[in-house]
């Protein structure tokens, strides 16, 4: 079934048939092996944001592959400060793509986990109140917790004074959470790349110029480039490109 603007294939294998749930499904689907994919929406001409928020650059299309993507990873991963910035709710899907998850033997609901350095985060923010998986928290060993964060949510510390990420990311597998989605913010993406993590980034390049002060995807420390291959590139009939960049 197509659902509101179609979404059509320009590579590889142009298509001028619309693409439905299944093959969009497809296009984005589960990898082999444990994978970190990262999910973003920009102007044309850079912007992570319009008025302060991702939502003025998001469309029907964007929201379609963004609920996609949640229905087929294990584990949502967010910066704190994205969470409270935009005001994250639970995460929770409606009963067909969980119908979609229990056929493919996953929990109805990927798990929730939030990286914070200052565990500046708000117990009953329901995204913790309200989850219906229990969330993870990615520390270090130093944070002290508000009251209440332990009893809506699991921590997990590192050895060190600062957040380690990939030490984090090798206890979500451990935990079974292997094929990982992270929104954002920037700051969490820039240290995922700079640390080599990051395996794919999905981005949706929405047609307008935002014009000079949005900050970009990515932001923090410099760090060396690294090559990701283009997989496919997906347009919607309201002018919004689709690109899936992954390793090999």
Same mark, same amino acid.
């Given at each position: 079934?197509?659902?509101?603007? #179609?979404?059509? +294939? =320009?590579?590889?294998?142009?298509?001028? &048939?619309?693409?439905?749930? /299944? &093959?969009?499904?497809? =296009?984005?689907?589960?990898?082999?092996?444990?994978?970190?994919?990262?999910?973003? $929406?920009?102007?044309?001409?850079?912007? $992570?944001?319009?008025?302060?928020?991702?939502?003025?650059?998001?469309? &029907? #299309? %964007?929201?379609? $592959?963004?609920?996609?993507?949640?229905?087929?990873?294990?584990?949502?991963?967010?910066?704190?400060?994205?969470?409270? *910035?935009?005001?994250?709710?639970?995460?929770?899907? %409606?009963?067909?793509?969980? /119908?979609?998850?229990? &056929? *493919?033997?996953?929990?109805?609901?990927?798990?929730?986990?939030?990286?914070?350095?200052?565990?500046?985060?708000?117990? /009953?923010?329901?995204?913790?109140? %309200?989850?219906?998986? +229990?969330?993870?928290?990615?520390?270090?060993?130093?944070?002290?917790? #508000?009251?209440?964060?332990?009893?809506?949510?699991? =921590?997990?510390?590192?050895?060190?004074? +600062?957040? %380690?990420?990939?030490?984090?990311?090798?206890? !979500?597998?451990?935990?079974?959470?292997?094929?990982?989605?992270?929104?954002? @913010?920037?700051?969490?993406?820039?240290?995922?790349?700079?640390?080599?993590?990051?395996?794919?980034?999905? =981005?949706? $390049?929405?047609?307008?110029?935002?014009?000079?002060?949005?900050?970009?995807?990515?932001? @923090?420390?410099?760090?060396?480039?690294?090559?990701?291959? !283009?997989? *496919?590139?997906?347009?919607?009939?309201?002018?919004?490109?689709? !690109?899936? *960049?992954?390793?090999?």
């Amino acid at each position: 079934m197509n659902v509101g603007i #179609p979404i059509r +294939r =320009l590579w590889p294998q142009p298509s001028t &048939e619309p693409l439905d749930d /299944a &093959e969009l499904t497809a =296009l984005y689907g589960r990898a082999d092996g444990p994978r970190l994919r990262v999910n973003f $929406v920009a102007s044309l001409d850079g912007a $992570v944001t319009v008025d302060g928020y991702s939502a003025g650059l998001s469309g &029907e #299309p %964007d929201k379609r $592959v963004f609920g996609l993507l949640r229905m087929v990873c294990d584990a949502l991963v967010v910066a704190a400060g994205t969470l409270r *910035h935009e005001g994250y709710r639970a995460i929770r899907l %409606d009963e067909r793509r969980r /119908a979609w998850r229990r &056929e *493919h033997g996953l929990a109805e609901y990927p798990t929730l986990v939030v990286v914070s350095g200052s565990l500046d985060l708000d117990p /009953a923010q329901a995204a913790f109140a %309200d989850a219906p998986t +229990r969330p993870i928290v990615l520390t270090h060993a130093e944070a002290e917790p #508000p009251p209440g964060l332990v009893d809506v949510a699991d =921590l997990v510390r590192g050895d060190s004074e +600062r957040i %380690d990420l990939a030490a984090g990311l090798a206890e !979500l597998h451990r935990r079974g959470l292997t094929q990982l989605l992270c929104e954002g @913010g920037p700051q969490l993406f820039g240290a995922l790349t700079a640390a080599d993590l990051v395996d794919e980034l999905c =981005l949706t $390049v929405a047609p307008l110029l935002a014009g000079p002060g949005p900050g970009r995807i990515t932001s @923090g420390a410099e760090a060396p480039p690294r090559h990701l291959p !283009l997989r *496919h590139v997906l347009a919607a009939d309201d002018g919004v490109l689709l !690109l899936r *960049h992954a390793r090999r």
